[in-house]
Antibody, heavy 122, light 107 residues
């Protein structure tokens, strides 16, 4: 059973870059064809898909964030990562990593990480 | 971008009641609609995939239906542990989108 765990700084200054990692355990990030996603949730609000990377390295981003987002994958560390540049207070949220099998009939997110709170403040 | 609108936003219900939550998509998405349950300070948990397909380990009182633009999550015989916020999610097109959530309070 694959498990995901987010890690990274809990506090980022405005205009700086938010950087998070998601470590995959219980399986190899490089085996099979998966979509590895980042999703965020501001306090008391709903869920927003940020983007995903396939095992091949191909990426798709939410157009609302595309100019500021980079998702990458490191198979040697069994991790994928999120970078969000030029952050403001509106980027304060719990950030989740999640995955799904790439292919028909498998686009639901399962599993999810436990989430990590990132606060943007000086 | 496909918008998903859930109703109601909030519902206060008593145990054993039947609960229905609806999710309407801004355009047809076939059956590419999934439901999640999120309890406070927890990550979302998959309840139903592809509109009506059950998930191993999820109680049978949870069921889903619908296709096209209109979808329903039904909880038959609500239990106290079902207090949570419920989200629908579409995987028909990119970007992936979620409904705004429906919060269930148990009286």
């Amino acid at each position: 059973q694959v498990q995901l765990q987010e890690s990274g700084p809990g506090l980022v200054k405005p205009s700086q870059t938010l950087s998070l990692n998601c470590t995959v355990s219980g399986g190899s990030i490089g085996s099979g064809d998966y979509h590895w996603s980042w999703i965020r949730q501001p306090a008391g609000k709903g869920l927003e898909w940020i983007g995903h990377i396939q095992t091949s390295g191909s990426t798709n981003y939410n157009p609302s964030l595309k100019s500021r987002v980079t998702i990458s994958i490191d198979t040697s560390k069994n991790q994928f990562s999120l970078k969000l540049s030029s952050v403001t207070a509106t980027d304060t949220a719990v950030y989740y990593c999640a995955s799904n099998v790439a292919g028909p009939g498998t686009a639901h997110f399962d599993p999810w990480g436990r989430g990590t709170l990132v606060t943007v403040s000086s | 971008e496909i918008a998903l609108n859930q109703s109601p936003d909030f519902q206060s219900v008593t145990p054993k009641e039947k609960v229905t939550i609806t999710c309407r998509a801004s355009q047809s998405i076939g059956t590419s609609l999934h439901w999640y349950q999120q309890k406070p300070d927890q990550s979302p948990k998959l309840l139903i995939k592809y509109a009506s397909q059950s998930i191993s380990g999820v109680p049978s009182r949870f069921s889903g239906s619908g296709s096209g633009t209109d979808f329903t999550l039904t909880i038959n015989g609500l239990e106290a542990e079902d207090a949570a916020t419920y989200y629908c999610h579409q995987s028909n097109t990119l970007p992936r989108t979620f409904g705004q959530g429906t919060k269930l309070e148990i009286k």
